[in-house]
């Protein structure tokens, strides 16, 4: 296989912060060219969600909303950052999420959960606020060949607002204390339906790509080279 490797170009650039890769394109580039008289890939797992691969992250229900909204204005997203992000989710929560909210069935290591955010790790942390790491649930290696699983089971702006400094905390441990979350570690396939049948938004690596009643999760051990 052909060895892989990135640079920064994103507002958060989390899979070049998790191989290693400095933030800042010059100081990416000058990296990978003193690592050329020394190239040593390395294998790592990709995600899958159905027939889609994932490099770190992938999410469903409140998550991949927020996702759709800040992608539908790339200047803003860029300009703005994590800043961005969190208005787009209070706007995204208040209109979608606060009254009825749609929930998805997650049916994982023997466990079914309903929540109406699930997001799935391929690797930690899940994303960035600035330089602040968001830790979502551990256990998540690049090398490990398992997905961590979250599961927000309610949200409510009381339950948001005792989130969310859980959540900037950088600590997976803390933010599963939290009394909605539920975390599943060494997962290496789940299901997830929306309850009733309902389409629910997903995101891969942040990307939004559509509405689905049901997805499938899975990992692939070792199924890419990277050097960093």
């Given at each position: ?11 958060t650039n989390?899979y ?5 890769i400095?933030?800042?394109v010059?100081?990416a580039?000058e990296?990978?060219?003193r690592?050329d ?8 797992a990709l ?5 889609r691969h994932?490099l770190?992250a992938?999410?469903?229900g409140?998550?991949?909303?927020v996702?759709e909204r ?12 994590p800043?961005y992000y969190t208005l787009c989710?209070?706007g995204?929560f ?11 069935r997650l ?5 079914e959960i309903e929540?109406?955010t699930v997001?799935?790790?391929?690797a930690?942390p899940?994303?960035?606020?600035g ?12 090398d490990s060949g398992?997905?961590?699983l ?5 949200a409510?702006?009381?339950?948001l607002?005792?989130?969310?400094p859980?959540l ?7 933010v ?5 979350i539920a975390?599943?570690?060494?997962v290496t396939e ?7 049948g ?8 942040g ?7 049901r997805?499938?999760?899975g990992v692939?051990?070792?199924g890419l080279?990277v050097?960093s």
């Amino acid at each position: 296989d052909t060895p892989l490797t990135c640079l920064p170009g994103g507002a958060t650039n989390v899979y070049c912060r998790l191989i290693g890769i400095p933030n800042d394109v010059v100081d990416a580039t000058e990296h990978l060219l003193r690592l050329d008289d020394e190239w040593r890939p390395r294998r790592v797992a990709l995600g899958r969600v159905d027939e889609r691969h994932f490099l770190f992250a992938s999410g469903v229900g409140l998550d991949a909303s927020v996702v759709e909204r800040v992608d539908a204005h790339p200047y803003r997203k860029a300009k703005f950052g994590p800043w961005y992000y969190t208005l787009c989710g209070i706007g995204t929560f208040n209109r979608r999420y606060l009254v009825n909210p749609p929930r998805v069935r997650l049916r994982a290591e023997g466990q079914e959960i309903e929540a109406v955010t699930v997001v799935a790790q391929n690797a930690g942390p899940y994303t960035y606020f600035g330089s602040r790491p968001i830790c979502m649930v551990g256990g998540a290696e690049l090398d490990s060949g398992e997905l961590s699983l979250a599961a927000l089971k309610r949200a409510t702006p009381l339950e948001l607002a005792t989130l969310t400094p859980r959540l900037l905390s950088g600590r997976a441990g803390i933010v599963q204390g939290h009394r909605h979350i539920a975390g599943l570690e060494g997962v290496t396939e789940a299901v997830i339906e929306g309850v009733d049948g309902e389409p629910f938004p997903l995101q891969v690596d942040g990307d939004y790509i559509g509405e689905h009643t049901r997805v499938e999760y899975g990992v692939v051990a070792a199924g890419l080279s990277v050097v960093s």
